[in-house]
C-alpha cells in the first residue's frame, strides 16, 4: 500500500494532519458555496446570498444562481466570504507549519528564505495538490554575507566559504537559486533586529552590490526582496530596484517618496517587533526586548508616512509557522485596522496588495470568476469587525477545502 500525507476535513474534531492511505493528489471536487455574503476586497462593497461555484480550482460564478447538480455543496447560512489571506513574508519550511499556516487562514505565502529548498519542495507539493496549501513563492536560500549552515543545501555553494561579497559571488548565490527554481529572491541590506549582538541600522550591502542581485536576478524574470531596517540602506536597494522593503524600521520620508516613485513595495512586519518585546514566541531575550521598545514607535512613524505618501504596504508575519510562534498574518492585517486603516485597507494589505507585490493580480486575491478558488468562511462581518479574520471557520485552497469547521 502506499501512504501519503493529507489532511483531515473536521466538524468537531481539530483539524490535524493524517496519515490516509493515497495514491495521488487530494481531491479537487465541484464546489458550490451557498447563502455567502461575499466580501470585495477591492471595493468594499459587501454581496449578500450568493452563490460561489467552483471547478477545478477556480472559481466558476459569484452570483444569485442555485448549485450544479453534482457538486458538493457547503451552506455558509449567512455567514462571510473573502479571499484567502497571504503572508508576504515567511519562514515557512515544514508540512507542520504549512498546515499551521493554512489552518490561520493563509493560502498563499512568500518565503523569506530558508536555510534549504524546502520552500521550493512546499510549493510544488501544493502545485501538485499533495497538501491542500497554502501555495509558495519559494526564495530558497537567503543572498546574505555568510551563509552559515546553509552552505550545505547544494554542493555547489562550496566556491562561497569564505563569504558573499563581491558582485561575482552575489550573482552566483543568484544563480544557484535561480537553478533551483525559485520565484524571488531574498537579500538584505542591512543587518537583523531579532538577535542582541546584531545592529538593525548597520548597512550590509552596498548599491552596487544589490544591483548585483537585482540585476542577475531580473535576467530570469524574479523580484527581489530586500530585508532592510536602516534608511541608508534601504535607499541602497531601492535605487538598485529591489521590489520590495521587508521591514523599514527607520526609513525616512525622502526614501518612501522614492519608493513611491519606483513602485516599491513595503512590507513592515510591525507583529514581529511585538514578538521582540513580549515574552514567548519565536524571541525571548531582553536586549531585543528592550531595543523593540523605541523600534515599535519608530515603525510606526515608518507605517504611518508611507501610507500618507502613497507607498503600497503589505502584510508579512516574518514568521516560520513553528511550534512556538504566536504572530499570524492576521495578527498584522489587526494592527494595521488598530493604526487607523479602515478594515477594507487593512483587508488589502493580505489580499490584493499582495497579489500585486507578487505580480499575480490576475489569478489571486479576489472573489470573481477566473480567479483561484482560493477563499476563507469568517463568522462576522470583516468590514466591520476586522478580527474576525483570526479565527477562520473554512479555508479553501486551489479549490481544496484544507479546513472545515463548519458543516461534515
Known amino acids: 500500500m502506499k501512504y501519503t500525507l493529507v489532511f483531515t476535513l473536521g466538524v468537531l474534531l481539530p483539524a490535524v494532519v493524517v496519515a490516509q492511505e493515497a495514491s495521488g493528489p487530494l481531491p479537487q471536487p465541484d464546489l458550490a458555496l451557498t447563502h455567502a455574503n461575499v466580501v470585495d476586497v477591492v471595493t468594499g462593497a459587501l454581496l449578500q446570498d450568493v452563490t460561489v461555484v467552483m471547478r477545478g480550482g477556480f472559481i466558476v460564478s459569484v452570483g444569485s444562481s442555485s448549485a450544479p447538480t453534482g457538486s458538493t455543496v457547503l451552506d455558509l447560512a449567512g455567514r462571510y466570504l473573502l479571499p484567502g489571506l497571504m503572508d508576504a513574508h515567511t519562514h515557512l519550511d515544514n508540512l507542520a507549519a504549512a498546515r499551521r499556516a493554512?489552518?490561520?487562514?493563509?493560502?498563499?505565502?512568500?518565503?523569506?528564505?530558508?536555510?534549504?529548498?524546502?520552500?521550493?519542495?512546499?510549493?510544488?507539493?501544493?502545485?501538485?495538490?499533495?497538501i491542500a496549501g497554502p501555495d509558495v513563492l519559494a526564495a530558497g536560500l537567503f543572498v546574505t554575507p555568510y551563509l552559515g549552515d546553509a552552505i550545505l543545501a547544494d554542493p555547489a555553494l562550496a566556491s562561497l566559504w569564505g563569504g558573499v561579497r563581491t558582485p561575482e559571488e552575489l550573482r552566483t548565490l543568484v544563480r544557484i537559486n535561480l537553478g533551483h527554481g525559485v520565484n524571488v529572491i531574498k537579500t538584505r541590506a542591512t543587518e537583523r533586529a531579532g538577535l542582541p549582538e546584531t545592529d538593525p541600522r548597520k548597512q550590509v550591502y552596498s548599491e552596487e552590490q544589490l544591483r548585483a542581485v537585482v540585476e542577475e536576478a531580473a535576467a530570469r524574470g524574479v523580484p527581489v526582496e530586500a530585508h532592510a531596517h536602516g534608511d541608508e540602506g534601504a535607499r541602497a536597494a531601492?535605487?538598485?530596484?529591489?521590489?520590495?522593503?521587508?521591514?523599514?524600521?527607520?526609513?525616512?520620508?525622502?526614501?518612501?517618496q522614492l519608493m513611491n516613485e519606483r513602485g516599491t513595495f513595503l512590507v513592515p512586519t510591525l507583529s514581529t517587533l511585538y514578538d521582540l518585546l513580549e515574552p514567548g514566541g519565536d524571541y525571548d531575550d531582553p536586549v531585543t526586548r528592550a531595543r523593540a521598545m523605541y523600534m515599535i514607535p519608530r515603525m510606526v512613524r515608518t507605517i504611518e508616512m508611507a501610507r500618507k505618501v502613497g507607498v503600497p504596504?503589505?502584510?508579512?508575519?516574518?514568521?516560520?509557522?513553528?511550534?512556538?510562534?504566536?504572530?499570524?498574518?492576521?495578527?498584522?492585517?489587526?494592527?494595521?485596522?488598530?493604526?487607523?486603516?479602515s478594515p477594507l485597507e487593512a483587508l488589502q494589505t493580505a489580499t490584493v496588495n499582495a497579489a500585486r507585490l507578487f505580480g499575480l493580480e490576475e489569478s489571486i486575491g479576489r472573489i470573481a470568476p477566473g480567479f483561484e478558488a482560493d477563499l476563507i468562511v469568517v463568522e462576522e462581518n470583516p468590514l466591520e469587525q476586522v478580527g474576525t479574520i483570526r479565527d477562520p471557520l473554512v479555508v479553501i485552497s486551489n479549490g481544496r477545502i484544507g479546513v472545515n469547521r463548519i458543516s461534515p
Not at 498563499?108 to 501544493?126: C, E, H, Q
Not at 535605487?239 to 518612501?256: F, K, N, P
Open 102 to 130: 493554512l489552518e490561520t487562514g493563509v493560502t498563499t505565502v512568500r518565503s523569506a528564505s530558508v536555510g534549504s529548498f524546502r520552500d521550493v519542495a512546499l510549493r510544488d507539493l501544493a502545485h501538485a495538490g499533495y
Open 313 to 341: 504596504i503589505v502584510a508579512g508575519a516574518d514568521v516560520g509557522y513553528g511550534p512556538q510562534s504566536i504572530t499570524r498574518i492576521s495578527h498584522e492585517v489587526v494592527r494595521f485596522a488598530e493604526l487607523g486603516f
Open 238 to 256: 531601492v535605487l538598485a530596484g529591489v521590489r520590495s522593503i521587508e521591514h523599514g524600521t527607520y526609513l525616512s520620508e525622502a526614501t518612501l
